[in-house]
């Protein structure tokens, strides 16, 4: 701590804010500091995606949580604009003007964060409580970490008076949890002229901490392609008292023993290979067998097979779908008149959902369906039409089929350099995501995107994202702050 040198900052920042207008000289502990505190109070603001069954809300309101960043950004001299794609939905978007030599990038955070269960939180999950040097909170690591940091660096930046290469974009935006239609995706459709790049750097990727800090860093430069379909299997009602042969729950249940077997066939895009090489490489590696790692990343068929019987890899490695939701029946003594199954699919970029369930239906031996595709109307409409007792896939979600970005750009280079250079006994990979984010609708446009995971996780706080108790290091979120400023030095040059 350097306070003795100005004891009237000291006083100011024991405060609970500092006057606008105020300047400081360059201190990493304020200024990591001043992060913790921002992501506290983003925590703060409820922005639950859809809102808290009982909340009494009709709609999220990001828009709240972002007027609160444009007037921090505000005190350190940064103007932003936030636009709405509906009412409470904003988008916040700022810009640290450089030299413009080289296009801007994009830091791209969302603030919406998905429910609680108030019930299994041992802290109040929208109090951004400090606990056993963990910031709790619901988004503290999904994804108000992010913003928090990626504000604070346009603020940092700000205060040197240093000028980039190029601008820094700042856009912190809705309805990632959802669907991305009054976020990102209507950013890019109705204002791209304010938030078009040369590259993208988001959420999607990780830093793992070790014995002697980060152990590992994945870049997501690829992510799978979420989409949900509906297995319909019609039934014939009547009075339970009465049964008759065909029950659609025992159909359900015959076919879903059918489809459990089924798989697609194992395949490696380029990312995925080369984060196999990376590992196979990682101290860690030897768990699994550096040379099965590599055996599997050179495409020993064999090798990645069994790679595959760890649920984790099986996903890297090929295209998976899985039920997750049945609804059937309409009381206790009507028998069903139909069962609906939701399968939820991930796929590897450049595989096809029409083919995935052509297989899935083969393989249940159904040889004629009626696929339905479209939202809950039209497959309404086909219920109250439909003649005959036809089986019939619905497919309610078609996902953004975005292509992989490319690991011999500038942006990549500059963050496996500042991983190493920060910690250079790290293993440093690219990465698939299995989730799903808003990268995907700037992937579309050819913009080369990137994940980041900022601020590090440990084994005790990694698996809390949407589920409870989820924190943050205190640490880490310094620790996040110091990445993203040395990766902003190294793509400014």
Known sequence: MRWAVFPAVALLL????????????????????????????????????????????????????LRHVKSVLAADGIPSEIFESAPGRGNLVARLKGSGAKRPVLLMAHVDVVNVDRSQWEVDPMSGALKDGFIWGRGALDDKDDAAVFTQLLRVQKRSGKTLSRDLILMLNADEESSGHFGARW????????????????????????????AQYGFETAEKVYNDFRLFIPGESGHSSVPVQRNAVYDAGRLLAKIESYQTPIRLIETTRASLEGLATAPRGVAWGQEFLKKAAEGDVEAATRLAQNPRFNAQLRST??????????????????????????????????????????????????????????????????????????????????????????????????????????????????????????????????????????????????????RVRVDSVKMGLRFVKELAAEIGR
């Open 187 to 214: 950013m890019a459709e109705h204002h791209w002229d304010q938030i078009e790049c040369e590259f993208v750097l988001s959420e999607g990727g990780s830093s793992l901490l070790g014995d002697g800090g980060v």
């Open 321 to 470: 779908f899985v039920p997750t939701m049945v609804k059937g029946g309409i009381r206790e003594n009507v028998l069903p008149p139909d069962v609906e199954i939701n399968f939820n699919a991930r796929l590897l970029p450049g595989d096809s959902i029409d083919e995935l369930i052509r297989g899935v239906m083969a393989h249940a031996g159904i040889a004629t369906y009626q696929l339905v595709e479209g939202g809950e109307a039209e497959v309404e409409k086909w219920k109250r039409e439909r003649k005959g007792p036809d089986v019939a896939v619905f497919l309610v979600d078609r996902g953004v089929d975005a292509p992989a970005s490319p690991l011999d750009t500038d942006l990549y280079r500059a963050l496996v350099v500042t991983a190493r250079r920060i910690s250079p006994a790290a293993v440093v990979i690219p990465r698939m995501s299995t989730g799903a984010t808003d990268l995907r609708f700037f992937r579309l446009r050819g913009v080369p995107c990137y994940g980041i995971s900022p601020c590090p996780v440990g084994e005790v706080e990694e698996s809390t994202p949407h589920h409870h108790n989820e």
């Open 14 to 65: 024991s405060c609970e804010a500092l006057p606008r207008g105020t300047a400081l000289a360059p201190d990493a502990d304020r200024e990591g500091q001043e992060a913790v505190d921002l992501l506290r109070e983003l925590i703060r603001f409820d922005t639950i995606n859809p809102p808290q069954p009982g909340s009494g809300k009709a709609h999220v309101d990001e828009t709240a949580l």
